[in-house]
T-cell receptor
Framework: KAGVTQTPRYLIKTRGQQVTLSCSPI?????VSWYQQTPGQGLQFLFEYFSETQRNKGNFPGRFSGRQFSNSRSEMNVSTLELGDSALYLC????????????FGEGSRLTVL | DQQVKQNSPSLSVQEGRISILNCDYTNSMFDYFLWYKKYPAEGPTFLIS?????DKNEDGRFTVFLNKSAKHLSLHIVPSQPGDSAVYFC????????????FGTGTRLTVIP
């Protein structure tokens, strides 16, 4: 069974640009969550989507947004990038319903210059 | 404000001995706790969980203990193996099974052969 796939794995942007990250969950998983990992803060919850609806949202500014498609694939977008947005963005999927047991992808490492 | 804290950034243990990783939390609404393990260049993988109605959960070499009055949990690995060398994240949820987890900043475990 294929795992969670995130693309791109690495990317470099400059301040003020925007970025879109993609996540393909494990087949059959309908919940997709996004987390930001930074050295000082650890993993911080961004948002969760289930059946194309945002089910939960973390404490991040409106520049961070996401969506989920009918095939459960998800994208997150960060607009007007700031230096502090440099981080590893992790996507996780889980089976139907909230379980707390997440299956993470390898992450997309974003560097903002 | 970090609601889940792992105060030891690193821990070194001899192979065959016990590894004890600690985690403290501040939010009394947390009722479900998990441990994840992360190898370099990989996403975190679920290890073990415990509900607040229990004080211990065991799975093979891994045991998690929960002390609700102290708002403290710990992960015991016995015996420790070199393959256990990884970063361990403690996570908590305010709704059993919810996917919006609060993570600690991680403890890097090194098991010395």
């Amino acid at each position: 069974k294929a795992g969670v796939t995130q693309t791109p794995r690495y990317l470099i942007k400059t301040r003020g640009q925007q970025v879109t990250l993609s996540c393909s969950p494990i087949s059959g998983h309908r919940s997709v969550s996004w987390y930001q990992q930074t050295p000082g803060q650890g993993l911080q919850f961004l948002f969760e989507y289930f059946s194309e609806t945002q089910r939960n949202k973390g404490n991040f500014p409106g520049r961070f947004s996401g969506r989920q498609f009918s095939n459960s694939r998800s994208e997150m977008n960060v607009s007007t990038l700031e230096l502090g947005d440099s981080a590893l963005y992790l996507c996780a999927s889980s089976p139907t319903g909230p379980t707390g047991e997440l299956f993470f992808g390898e992450g997309s490492r974003l560097t903002v210059l | 404000d970090q609601q889940v804290k792992q105060n030891s950034p690193s821990l070194s243990v001899q192979e065959g001995r016990i590894s004890i990783l600690n985690c403290d939390y501040t939010n009394s609404m947390f009722d479900y706790f998990l441990w994840y393990k992360k190898y370099p260049a990989e996403g975190p993988t679920f290890l073990i969980s415990i509900s607040s109605i229990k004080d211990k959960n065991e799975d093979g070499r891994f045991t998690v203990f929960l002390n609700k009055s102290a708002k403290h949990l710990s992960l015991h690995i016995v015996p420790s193996q070199p393959g256990d060398s990884a970063v361990y994240f403690c996570a908590a949820s305010a709704q059993t099974g919810a996917n919006n987890l609060f993570f600690g900043t991680g403890t890097r475990l090194t098991v010395i052969p």
